[in-house]
């Protein structure tokens, strides 16, 4: 597994830095905290952000991106209130055959 992101939010209004995603992907947030952890995606490299998914807890998923598109991860203006979260995506950057 290649790390796309992996970093520790202890703030409202930040995000991590955005990364290439496509095919499959796993996150993980981690951690004691108090917030609501918001996906992005943006299909113009950064420009433009869109909301993709929310949590308010830790969490394990799996997800797919059939488009190449970027990802970021964050805690919007608002949305925090204590603790850190720990958040990590990750991709499999090798082919099977």
């Not at 790390?3 to 930040?14: F, G």
């Not at 950064?46 to 308010?56: A, L």
């Not at 970021?72 to 090798?94: A, F, L, P, Q, W």
Request: net charge negative; proline share 2%; aromatic share 14%.
């Amino acid at each position: 597994m290649s790390e796309l992101i992996s970093t520790s939010i202890s703030a409202d209004d930040t995000f991590s830095d955005g990364r290439p995603v496509e095919g499959y992907f796993n996150l993980s947030l981690s951690g004691t905290f108090t917030a609501t952890v918001t996906v992005q995606r943006s299909y113009d490299r950064g420009k433009t952000w869109f909301d993709v998914d929310t949590f308010d807890a830790e969490v394990e998923e799996v997800g797919f991106e059939p488009e190449f598109c970027h990802y970021r991860v964050g805690i919007k203006s608002g949305d925090y209130s204590s603790g850190t979260v720990n958040i990590r995506v990750g991709h499999e950057d090798r082919e099977y055959h």
